[in-house]
C-alpha cells in the first residue's frame, strides 16, 4: 500500500517576495528536501510531497502518513507549531536539521522521532524501522558518509519560485571555528565530494547557470582548484561562497575566470580587525578587502558583499562606516546582519555566561532582529543603525552607482538590489522587533 510523506522546510521569514498568494525566495533553492527525498528507498512505496514554506503554502488540509520537517534555529519555533499541528491529526513527525543536532532534547517533545547529525545512513534506517512498526526516538550519527549523498530529486521542487533552481554541493562543513556559527558548533567537520561525482551531476542540470551551496568551498585549496579546472570545459557560469583566505592563493582569479564564475558571497563581516580576531575570523584582513574587490571586478564578477552589526567593538560610528565603504568600493549587492547567537556556540555560551541575552525565542535568531545586549550601544541603537543602512545602501540612486559598473550583469545586480529595497520595505513595517524575557 502506498504511503504519503511530506517533508516540510518550515517559514524562514526573510529575503523573499510575497506578492499576495505569490511566494519568491530571491537565494537559492535549498538541497536538504530534495535530498532527502532521493534517500527514500523504492521499496518503501512512499508517494512524496516536499514543500518549502518560504515559496509555497503548506497542504495542511492533506493526510500524511509520515512528516519530516527539518529546522534551523530561526524556524524551529514555526517546525514545532507544524510538528505538533501534524501529530494532532494522527502522523507520524520526524524533525531532523541542525537545530534539532543542537538542541535535541527540545526537539524531541514535538517528534515521534528525531535525526541528529548526518542523514545518509539514519534515514533509509529510519524509514525501514518505520515500515517494520519499530520506530525509534533518537536516530544519530556524526560521522561523514557525503560520498553517498545522492542527486537530489530536483524534479520535487518548485523551480520558478527561486532566484536560482540550480543547486549544486561539492563541500560539507567547514574547517574554521567562527564564533556565532552553528556548523562548528554541531561538530558537522569537514569533507569534499569527489570532483568526478561533483562534475557529473552539474552535467545532468541542463542550465546553463549554477550555484554551489557550500558553506565556504575553498577550504581545501587544491581541491578546489581541482573543481575549478573541471568546470572549465563544462563552460557554465556560476556562484558561490568563499572566504577572504582563497584570494591568498596567485591562481585563484585566473582560474575563477576561465572556470565561469559569475558571483561570489563573501563574509567580510567588519571593517575592524580586532573585531574579526574576536569572533575567530582573523584571517579576514581590512587591507585586503580592496584588492579582492578589484580583482574580482576586473574579471567581472559579482560581489555579495555580507556584514556583521552588533560585535562589542561597534558603536554609533559603525553604520555609516559601512554604508560608506560599501558606495566607495561599488560592492554589487551588499547584505547586512545582526550578531546572532545561534544555540550551541561559543557565542550563545558566553553571552549567556554574561547575562546578554535578552530571550530564546528562537523564531527572532534569524540575524535580522537584535536578540542580545550590545555592549556599546542599547539593542534599540542596534535595530535603528541597521535599518538605517539598509536604507541609505538600497535607495535607487545608490544601488545605480553601484551596478552601474557591472555590464551585461547588471540587469541581475540592480535586479538584485530592487529585491532588496523591497524586502527592507516589509523589514521597516514589522512591529515588536526586539523582544525581551
Known amino acids: 500500500m502506498t504511503k504519503k510523506m511530506l517533508i516540510i522546510l518550515p517559514e524562514a521569514r526573510i529575503h523573499k517576495l510575497s506578492l499576495g498568494l505569490f511566494r519568491m525566495s530571491f537565494r537559492e533553492a535549498p538541497l536538504t528536501a530534495t535530498t532527502l527525498a532521493a534517500m527514500v528507498p523504492e521499496e518503501h512505496n512512499f508517494e512524496i510531497t516536499c514543500c518549502d514554506e518560504n515559496v509555497q503554502k503548506l497542504p495542511l488540509h492533506r493526510n500524511f502518513d509520515l512528516v519530516a520537517i527539518s529546522i534551523l534555529t530561526g524556524t524551529a519555533d514555526r517546525g514545532y507549531e507544524l510538528a505538533d499541528y501534524f501529530r494532532s491529526k494522527g502522523s507520524t513527525v520526524v524533525i531532523g536539521g541542525v537545530h534539532a543536532t543542537l538542541m535535541p532534547e527540545e526537539a524531541s517533545l514535538h517528534a515521534d522521532a528525531l535525526v541528529s547529525g548526518f542523514s545518509e545512513h539514519t534515514w533509509p534506517q529510519l524509514l525501514r524501522d518505520y515500515s517494520e512498526g519499530k520506530l525509534k526516538a533518537l536516530y544519530k550519527d ?22 536560482v533552481p540550480n543547486v549544486v554541493s561539492a563541500t560539507r562543513g567547514c574547517k574554521n571555528n567562527c564564533d556565532f556559527c552553528s556548523v562548528p558548533a554541531a561538530g558537522f567537520g569537514w569533507q569534499t565530494r569527489p570532483v568526478g561525482q561533483v562534475i557529473d551531476e552539474i552535467r545532468q542540470i541542463r542550465s546553463g547557470r549554477i550555484v554551489f551551496n557550500d558553506v565556504s568551498m575553498g577550504e581545501d585549496m587544491e581541491y578546489f582548484k581541482s573543481l575549478l579546472r573541471a568546470l572549465i ?70 560581489i555579495m558583499g555580507c556584514f556583521i552589526f552588533g560585535f562589542d567593538e561597534d558603536d554609533r560610528d559603525i553604520f555609516k562606516k559601512t554604508v560608506d565603504f560599501v558606495n566607495a568600493n561599488e560592492l554589487d549587492i551588499p547584505r547586512y546582519a545582526l550578531y546572532t547567537p545561534y544555540p550551541g556556540t561559543d557565542l550563545f555560551h558566553r553571552f549567556e555566561k554574561e547575562g546578554r541575552l535578552l530571550h530564546k525565542h528562537w523564531h527572532h535568531y534569524d540575524t535580522q532582529h537584535v536578540v542580545f545586549k550590545p555592549k556599546l550601544l542599547s539593542p534599540e541603537e542596534l535595530d535603528e543603525g541597521f535599518k538605517w543602512a539598509y536604507r541609505q545602501t538600497f535607495t535607487v540612486s ?8 557591472t555590464g551585461k550583469n547588471f540587469f541581475i545586480t540592480f535586479g538584485g538590489n530592487l529585491a532588496y529595497k523591497i524586502y527592507i520595505h516589509r523589514l521597516m513595517k514589522e512591529k515588536n522587533r526586539i523582544l525581551f524575557e
Open 142 to 163: 556524526m560521522v561523514q558518509h557525503y560520498k553517498e549523498s545522492p542527486v537530489p530529486r530536483r524534479d520535487l521542487q518548485k523551480n520558478r519560485r527561486y532566484g
Open 398 to 405: 545608490s544601488s545605480l552607482k553601484r551596478t552601474i559598473h
Open 233 to 302: 570545459p563544462l563552460k557554465k557560469r556560476w556562484g558561490g561562497l568563499v572566504s577572504t583566505k582563497v584570494f591568498k592563493d596567485p591562481e585563484i582569479i585566473d582560474l575563477l575566470a576561465k572556470s565561469g564564475c559569475v558571483y561570489l558571497l563573501i563574509g567580510f563581516e567588519s571593517l575592524n580587525d580586532y573585531s574579526l580576531s574576536s569572533i575567530k575570523k582573523g584571517f579576514n584582513k581590512y587591507d585586503d578587502y580592496l584588492n579582492i574587490i578589484k580583482a574580482l571586478h576586473s574579471i567581472g564578477v559579482v
